[in-house]
Structure formats: structure tokens, C-alpha cells
């Protein structure tokens, strides 16, 4: 079975779609292009890759909230700079209410699904920690906001981890997405370090790459070996494009 790797951004993935180099028709003796599946093969499953984001870009949900950063110096466990989140009250709950979130915008390359999200961080005291990850998708017109993914778990972990969400499927063609991280404290003098935040993303199976690699896995053409000259005045095809 061929396999598939995920580009992370559109150009990477045009090059990786469009620069796989055919597998040419060898020469006798050495080892053949290997045979396509046959119907009764099972699909192999999509794999999700990461792409990851700025985390260093999330806004405070409400006042309770600080956002800060310190390139030398974070001030949790070994000190790895990341984006220092801390509370003035404890709990969840925003001081005006709702929820108490760290929020950003995504941005997702064309033809790519958002199947999850990663998140790398450490705790000071895991008395505080992150409560809640969510997606929700700015409708049209844009007067609300349809959460799609709501992953309850709460990630106590003192770290430093990286952790997965739940799994979901979303198209970002149909509308904005939104991330956020509720956070619940324990205490004030506690921090939260965002390391990384990455995107869980599969290619759209109706997307325009998905498309790219289908024609690719079965095209071949005819080409003529050596130089034209006696018997080497030969034509040959290639097998299909390995794509890998």
C-alpha cells in the first residue's frame, strides 16, 4: 500500500504532491515497481499531522486573566520561555461570567481539515491548570459562534507534556475557527506555560490535493531508453507515481 504524508502548509504540500518523482520502469535484475493494491486490500487509515500555530498570540478571555511573556525566564519548572498565563481570582468562572479562556483566531492552509488539536505546556502547581479545549465556528451571518469540539478534560498533568484532544472534523472553508483554553485556578500565585499548540490537520478526501495525488497515482507515460541509437532505441513506461 502506498502511503500518504501530509504537507503542512500549501506550498509544501504542492511540492510534495507535484514533485514526487514517477517510479521509471527498471532495469532487468533489479527490483520492479511494487504492485498496486488489490480491491480486496482495506484503505489505510488517514494519518493526522501537526502544524503548529502561535501560541504566543492568545488573547485573555476577561480581566481575571493576564497573558505575559519572558524570553529568559518563564518562572516554571526549568524555565523554558512560553506564554505565562495567570489569574487574579480562582476557579473557572470569568469575572463578568462565562467562561475564564485564553482565545485566538486559526489559520488553516487550503484543502486541510482541522481533526484536533495538541497542546505542550507545564503547570507551577497542578492545582491550576488548563479545564477545557474548544473550537467553535463563526456562522454565517457572523452572530454566533457552533462549538465543534468541547474537550472537558482536564489536563492536570505538572508537565512538561504534550497532550492530544478529542478527535473532531472540521472544514475551515465554511467559516472562521475559533481556540480556546479555559483555565482553572487554585490559586492565584499559580502559572500556566503554553510551550506549543499545534493543529491536528487530514487532508479534505474533496479538497484540491486529495485530487492531485489521485491523477498522480495513476499516471504513466512513455519514454524511450538510452540514446536512441540500435537496440537501446527502445520504449519503455513508467509505473505509477510512489507517493510516499
Same mark, same amino acid.
Given at each position: 500500500?502506498?502511503?500518504?504524508?501530509?504537507?503542512?502548509?500549501?506550498?509544501?504540500?504542492?511540492?510534495?504532491?507535484?514533485?514526487?518523482?514517477?517510479?521509471?520502469?527498471?532495469?532487468?535484475?533489479?527490483?520492479?515497481?511494487?504492485?498496486?493494491?488489490? $480491491?480486496?486490500? =482495506?484503505?489505510?487509515?488517514?494519518?493526522?499531522?501537526?502544524?503548529?500555530?502561535?501560541?504566543?498570540?492568545?488573547? $485573555?478571555?476577561?480581566?481575571?486573566?493576564?497573558?505575559?511573556?519572558?524570553?529568559?525566564?518563564?518562572?516554571?519548572?526549568?524555565?523554558?520561555?512560553?506564554?505565562?498565563?495567570?489569574?487574579?481570582?480562582?476557579?473557572?468562572?470569568?469575572?463578568?461570567?462565562?467562561?475564564?479562556?485564553?482565545?485566538?483566531?486559526?489559520?488553516? $492552509?487550503?484543502?486541510?481539515?482541522?481533526?484536533?488539536?495538541?497542546?505542550?505546556?507545564?503547570?507551577?502547581?497542578?492545582?491550576?491548570?488548563?479545564?477545557?479545549?474548544?473550537?467553535?465556528?463563526?456562522?454565517?451571518? =457572523?452572530?454566533?459562534?457552533?462549538?465543534?469540539?468541547?474537550?472537558?478534560?482536564?489536563?492536570?498533568?505538572?508537565?512538561?507534556?504534550?497532550?492530544?484532544?478529542?478527535?473532531?472534523?472540521?472544514?475551515?472553508?465554511?467559516?472562521?475557527?475559533?481556540?480556546?483554553?479555559?483555565?482553572?485556578?487554585?490559586?492565584?500565585?499559580?502559572?500556566?506555560?503554553?510551550?506549543?499548540?499545534?493543529?491536528?490537520?487530514?487532508?479534505?478526501?474533496?479538497?484540491?490535493?486529495?485530487?492531485?495525488?489521485?491523477?498522480?497515482?495513476?499516471?504513466?507515460?512513455?519514454?524511450?531508453?538510452?540514446?536512441?541509437?540500435?537496440?537501446?532505441?527502445?520504449?519503455?513506461?513508467?509505473?505509477?507515481?510512489?507517493?510516499?
Amino acid at each position: 500500500m502506498k502511503k500518504i504524508a501530509f504537507a503542512l502548509v500549501l506550498g509544501a504540500a504542492l511540492i510534495v504532491c507535484l514533485g514526487g518523482i514517477p517510479q521509471m520502469a527498471l532495469a532487468e535484475g533489479k527490483k520492479p515497481p511494487p504492485p498496486p493494491p488489490t $480491491p480486496n486490500d =482495506p484503505p489505510e487509515p488517514a494519518q493526522a499531522v501537526v502544524m503548529w500555530t502561535n501560541h504566543l498570540d492568545f488573547l $485573555p478571555g476577561d480581566p481575571s486573566v493576564t497573558t505575559s511573556f519572558n524570553a529568559v525566564n518563564s518562572g516554571v519548572g526549568g524555565g523554558l520561555s512560553g506564554l505565562i498565563i495567570g489569574s487574579t481570582t480562582t476557579g473557572e468562572d470569568a469575572t463578568g461570567g462565562g467562561n475564564k479562556v485564553v482565545e485566538k483566531g486559526l489559520q488553516v $492552509p487550503p484543502g486541510f481539515l482541522i481533526s484536533g488539536v495538541r497542546v505542550c505546556y507545564e503547570l507551577s502547581n497542578p492545582r491550576s491548570f488548563i479545564s477545557q479545549i474548544r473550537l467553535a465556528q463563526v456562522q454565517e451571518p =457572523p452572530a454566533t459562534a457552533l462549538v465543534l469540539l468541547d474537550d472537558a478534560t482536564d489536563l492536570t498533568n505538572a508537565g512538561p507534556v504534550c497532550v492530544d484532544s478529542e478527535e473532531v472534523s472540521i472544514d475551515p472553508t465554511l467559516g472562521a475557527v475559533r481556540l480556546s483554553f479555559r483555565v482553572n485556578y487554585g490559586d492565584v500565585t499559580d502559572r500556566i506555560v503554553l510551550r506549543a499548540v499545534g493543529l491536528n490537520l487530514l487532508i479534505d478526501p474533496n479538497g484540491p490535493f486529495q485530487k492531485i495525488i489521485e491523477g498522480l497515482e495513476n499516471h504513466t507515460h512513455t519514454y524511450l531508453t538510452g540514446k536512441g541509437k540500435g537496440h537501446n532505441n527502445t520504449q519503455a513506461e513508467t509505473g505509477p507515481a510512489t507517493i510516499e
